[in-house]
């Protein structure tokens, strides 16, 4: 890019952020960093393939419609879609907020309840609460001390009127992974559409929605390694949304707005290298994470939040006791790149929905912290982490 700049006259030092140079990155449930090669696939895409692939009158738009066309196919083929259902978006929260509004804007004369969870992304809880001030009724299942919804309790909650229940794949915070196959066969013979936010397990295992019986699939790049501000919903063939955003008709009049080309490329780009190396990658994670839990083990004090077995390779999160929340962490980022929660929630200071869902109290939750291990999480790097926990622990204890 710089070399580009400077065809054009332009000599501006690049804008970068400070360089965090004494900082371990543990923090991989926020985001995670663009994959070189996702960058390297996008650049052509920014300065001579710019064309908008709606253009269909002159030949740049065309060829920017047909990579349009193979980068739609690369995702579709990844999680063994149809590239029809796929509608491009800006994220995880734009596919939520169209799944969830657009589903029931769909089914109004068909119901007006829906069901959710207490340990959802906020970008799935707030929608589902703007709809119950619109009047629909909305019920808010619990989950076990485990962080894992129990399929009888949800089967006890659908109702005659039930038109969508939207439960997430992998929890951002914990990291668990719920049911979905004892989900969509509650839902599936009552016609209840399932809407699944997968955006911490897409990229990191291979899953195909269509034969679980999901409806709706939300995802986003920037959690496996691709762009930040693009993603997709997928809509199972036959399910019908209103549209959320009305404009130039484009993903089939679902999301309409110019398509972002060069961050669809690297979508599709970065989700073919994530699968590729996903066993590979949740195998030697798994075995960090394990050192590292073990490592906390010693310290003594320390709880696990969320089930042991059902969760993702790359995630801990865990309650430290006799130590308060807000010393804690600001101890450990002066080293530690880690959150308390959601990056959301540690912005607001409040203590994490998903740990009170699980029955920890206020100082429990303020007292944990998660860690998300990412491609170049070293067992040097665990251990430095270990090593810097130890010192701050024993002198705030
Ligand atoms: C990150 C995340 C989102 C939001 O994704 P955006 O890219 O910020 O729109 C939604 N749900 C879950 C589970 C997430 O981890």
């Known amino acids: 890019m710089p070399s580009k700049c400077r065809q054009h006259g332009i000599n501006r030092a690049p804008v970068g952020p400070p360089v965090a140079a004494a900082s371990i990155y543990l923090d991989h449930q926020a985001t995670t960093p663009c994959d070189p090669a996702v960058v390297a696939a996008m650049a052509p895409w920014w300065s001579e393939g710019f064309a908008n692939p ?52 769909a089914r ?77 066969a509650i839902c599936r013979p009552r016609g209840i559409a399932v809407h699944v936010d997968a955006a911490q397990l897409v990229g990191h295992q291979r899953f195909e929605p269509l034969k679980l019986g999901i409806d709706l699939l939300s995802f986003s790049g920037h959690k496996f390694y691709g762009p930040k501000g693009v993603g997709a919903l997928v809509v199972a063939p036959g399910v019908e949304l209103m549209p959320q955003l009305h404009g130039g008709g484009q993903e089939g009049g679902l999301r309409s707005g110019s398509t972002p080309l060069p961050l669809v490329v690297g979508l599709a780009e970065a989700l073919s290298r994530a699968l590729a190396d996903a066993p590979e990658r949740a195998q030697r994670l798994g075995q960090l994470r394990q050192r590292l839990w073990a490592g906390l083990q010693v310290l003594g004090g320390v709880e696990l939040n969320g089930s042991a077995e059902q969760r993702l390779a790359h995630n801990l999160n865990v309650s430290f006791e006799g130590v308060d929340g807000a ?41 944990s912290v998660r860690f998300g291990l990412g491609r170049f999480t070293t067992a040097e790097q665990i251990d430095q982490a270990l090593a810097w926990i130890s010192t701050q622990l024993q002198q705030l204890r």
């Open 54 to 105: 709606s253009s269909r009158s002159h030949r740049p738009g065309l060829e920017a419609a047909a990579q349009l066309g193979r980068s739609r196919q690369q995702l579709a083929a990844a999680l063994a879609v149809p590239p029809e259902s796929l509608v491009l978006t800006s994220g995880a929260t734009e596919a939520n907020n169209l799944a969830i509004k657009g589903l029931c804007e």
């Open 108 to 184: 109004l004369s068909r119901g007006r309840h829906l069901i959710t969870v207490a340990t959802e992304h906020r970008a799935v809880l707030d929608p589902c609460r703007y709809l119950e001030r619109l009047g629909f009724g909305l019920t808010v299942l619990p989950v076990g001390t485990d962080g894992l919804l129990d399929p009888a309790q949800l089967e006890a909650a659908v109702r005659p009127d039930t038109v969508l229940v939207s439960v997430m794949a992998a929890n951002n915070e914990i990291g668990v992974l719920q049911p979905l196959e004892a989900i969509t």
């Open 327 to 367: 010393r804690l962490h600001s101890a450990l980022r002066r080293r530690l790149a880690v959150s308390g929660g959601s990056a959301c929630s540690s912005a607001s200071g409040e203590p994490s929905h998903v740990l009170l869902a699980l029955g920890r109290s206020r100082e429990q939750a303020a007292a």
